[in-house]
């Protein structure tokens, strides 16, 4: 499941997208608000985006404003899987195509590198890095007119190579402690619905080679691997891709994957819960939210999930990045999920204290 390790219940995190299009203000923006567990950051441009960072150095593919990507039209021709007497298939080897994807190199990856040097003195309880995912990516190459079965090899090449570059790049410079990579992937935002264009097996196809290449990498360590996708969608298969964290709103809808999830945090998984909106107003305080929470939590414990292993295995984080956001109204909702995050370390505690642990 990713190589699990243990950190403190209830640690504050965040998705990455931020409102800074200078990567050092970004990178202090993100250590400053959360320095126990901070997230590599992104910048609200369309050249410093996760999206950019996916497709830098990737031959015959770019990313234009306000975020799509643009391709060679090379790469739009027939399927060969459907005709193979099309096209000459080293024209679309993803090798082939992806060469440049390890390096991280260009504009998109200065604020990442200015985060990993920051990363000498780890922090307390670990880091997160962020990536985009591959089914987003595919997804993103499909609408840009590459056809579907190359858009997803193309995807499981260029991700699973730039997640392991990435874990790489961390741990030159923090070879101990805890790394979470996280795959964002908006693009899954109902990937249950009959009009999705990708089937749970083609899912699979795209996430479990990004697992295989951090899960075997040679200086994996303490290794946490997640999927975050801001809405609802498919929690069963991004499960069984092998993923060690969830990345979720706490909505009423994800309880309907409790058995899942249920199983899921059981074998060791964790929970990282979207308990701050990013679409609505904030309010004066916690409290709402906190109430919003504590109530899904008890839906879940009604379908038969283990209350205290569901607060001890949970993170806090709002539900997506907060790149469109004002400066003042990001560290806003990064107050707020610290606030949520205190609370949820009391009241585990609080529990294990009851409880006699």
Same mark, same amino acid.
């Given at each position: 499941?990713?190589?699990?390790?243990d950190?403190?219940?209830?640690? =504050?995190?965040?998705v /990455?997208?931020?409102?800074c299009?200078d990567p050092?203000?970004?990178v202090?923006? =993100?250590?400053?608000? !959360?320095p126990?567990? +901070?997230?590599?950051?992104?910048l609200?441009?369309?050249?410093?985006?996760l999206?950019?960072?996916a497709?830098?150095?990737?031959?015959? %593919?770019?990313?234009?404003?306000?975020?799509?990507?643009? %391709?060679?039209?090379?790469?739009c021709?027939?399927?060969?899987?459907a005709?193979?007497?099309?096209?000459d298939?080293?024209?679309?080897?993803? &090798?082939s195509?992806?060469r440049?994807?390890?390096s991280?190199?260009g504009?998109?990856?200065?604020?990442f590198?200015?985060?990993?040097d920051?990363?000498?003195? +780890?922090p307390?309880a670990? @880091?997160?890095?962020?990536?985009?995912?591959?089914?987003?990516l595919a997804?993103?190459?499909r609408?840009?007119?590459?056809?579907?079965? &190359?858009?997803?090899?193309?995807?499981r090449?260029? @991700?699973?190579?730039?997640?392991?570059?990435?874990?790489?790049? %961390?741990?030159? #410079?923090? +070879?101990? /402690? %805890?790394?979470?990579?996280?795959a964002?992937?908006?693009?899954?935002?109902?990937?249950?619905?009959?009009?999705?264009?990708l089937?749970?097996d !083609?899912?699979l196809?795209?996430?479990?080679?990004f697992?295989?290449?951090?899960?075997?990498? +040679? =200086?994996?360590?303490?290794?946490m691997i997640g999927?975050?996708v801001?809405? !609802? #969608?498919?929690w069963e298969?991004?499960?069984?891709?092998?993923i060690?964290?969830v990345?979720?709103?706490?909505?009423?809808?994800?309880?309907?994957?409790?058995?899942?999830?249920?199983?899921f945090?059981?074998r060791?998984g964790?929970v990282?819960?979207g308990?701050?909106?990013?679409d609505?107003?904030?309010?004066?305080?916690?409290?709402l939210?906190w109430?919003?929470l504590?109530?899904?939590?008890c839906?879940?414990?009604?379908e038969?999930?283990d209350?205290?292993?569901?607060r001890?295995?949970?993170?806090?984080?709002p539900?997506?990045?907060?790149?469109?956001f004002?400066v003042? !109204?990001?560290?806003?909702?990064?107050?707020?999920?610290?606030?949520l =995050?205190?609370?949820?370390?009391?009241?585990?505690?609080?529990a294990?204290?009851?409880?006699g642990?």
């Amino acid at each position: 499941m990713g190589g699990i390790k243990d950190v403190p219940f209830g640690v =504050a995190t965040s998705v /990455g997208p931020l409102p800074c299009d200078d990567p050092t203000e970004a990178v202090r923006m =993100a250590l400053r608000a !959360q320095p126990e567990f +901070p997230s590599s950051p992104t910048l609200a441009t369309t050249q410093g985006s996760l999206l950019a960072q996916a497709v830098a150095g990737v031959s015959g %593919v770019g990313v234009v404003p306000p975020g799509l990507l643009q %391709v060679d039209p090379e790469l739009c021709r027939t399927d060969p899987a459907a005709d193979p007497s099309v096209i000459d298939p080293s024209v679309i080897d993803p &090798r082939s195509v992806a060469r440049g994807v390890d390096s991280l190199c260009g504009e998109a990856w200065t604020v990442f590198h200015e985060f990993v040097d920051q990363l000498a003195v +780890p922090p307390a309880a670990g @880091v997160r890095v962020n990536v985009l995912g591959p089914v987003t990516l595919a997804l993103g190459l499909r609408a840009a007119g590459v056809p579907t079965g &190359r858009a997803m090899a193309m995807a499981r090449c260029i @991700v699973s190579r730039r997640a392991a570059a990435v874990l790489d790049a %961390v741990r030159n #410079t923090m +070879p101990e /402690g %805890v790394v979470f990579v996280c795959a964002s992937e908006p693009g899954m935002i109902g990937a249950v619905h009959p009009t999705f264009p990708l089937g749970p097996d !083609q899912v699979l196809e795209l996430l479990t080679p990004f697992v295989d290449a951090l899960d075997r990498h +040679p =200086a994996a360590g303490e290794l946490m691997i997640g999927v975050h996708v801001p809405g !609802q #969608t498919d929690w069963e298969t991004i499960i069984a891709s092998g993923i060690s964290v969830v990345s979720a709103p706490a909505e009423p809808g994800l309880v309907g994957w409790a058995g899942e999830l249920s199983g899921f945090l059981d074998r060791g998984g964790r929970v990282v819960w979207g308990a701050v909106p990013v679409d609505q107003p904030l309010g004066t305080g916690e409290e709402l939210l906190w109430r919003r929470l504590s109530a899904v939590w008890c839906e879940f414990v009604a379908e038969g999930v283990d209350p205290l292993v569901l607060r001890s295995r949970s993170m806090i984080g709002p539900v997506d990045g907060l790149g469109h956001f004002g400066v003042t !109204q990001a560290e806003r909702v990064l107050d707020l999920v610290d606030s949520l =995050a205190t609370r949820v370390r009391r009241q585990a505690v609080g529990a294990r204290l009851t409880l006699g642990a």
